[in-house]
């Protein structure tokens, strides 16, 4: 698990502290909506943290494991849309990560459920390509900056 002070910005992009938003769910928490799930197993990803990932994933398609060594280096989290009927739920996001020298995204449409209190990931349409950010579009690495005075 790579180190992640509870201080810090939580990496799912919310802003707030670890310790008050993914932290509390990795611990055994449950979430309380999709979307939160979805920030926390991103964040999950970020941090190497394959228990946690096999925990919230539905039995029915749940993997038997899950290797993490060759995950890209993740930069950023966005929530496109986020829904909640009942007791399913949908969440549609982009993940940017950090692949060699340039940069990639994964974007999928993710469905959840929730069963005894809590949600768990189902299953999600993905597609994935290369991310070709121009020199003064903000910088894929979520750092605020035009990209050409960052991570050019």
């Avoid at 190497?48 to 990932?53: A, E």
């Amino acid at each position: 698990m790579l180190q992640h002070h509870e201080d810090q910005p939580c990496p799912c992009g919310s802003m707030k502290p670890y310790a008050e938003c993914c932290q509390p769910l990795h611990q055994g928490k449950a979430a309380p909506s999709p979307e939160a799930l979805m920030r926390s197993r991103y964040a999950a990803f970020v941090l190497t943290l394959p228990d946690y990932l096999l925990a919230t994933w539905h039995s029915s398609t749940r993997p038997q494991s899950l290797n993490l060594d060759d995950s890209p280096d993740w930069a950023s989290l966005s929530i496109l849309d986020s829904e909640q009927t009942g007791t399913d739920g949908r969440v549609h996001f982009r993940a940017i990560y950090k692949a060699g020298k340039g940069w990639g995204y994964l974007e999928e449409a993710s469905r959840f459920v929730q069963e005894e209190g809590r949600w768990y990931y189902l299953s999600g349409n993905t597609s994935e390509g290369p991310l070709k950010p121009g020199r003064n579009d903000p910088c894929p690495c979520g750092s605020g900056r035009k990209y050409k005075a960052c991570c050019l």
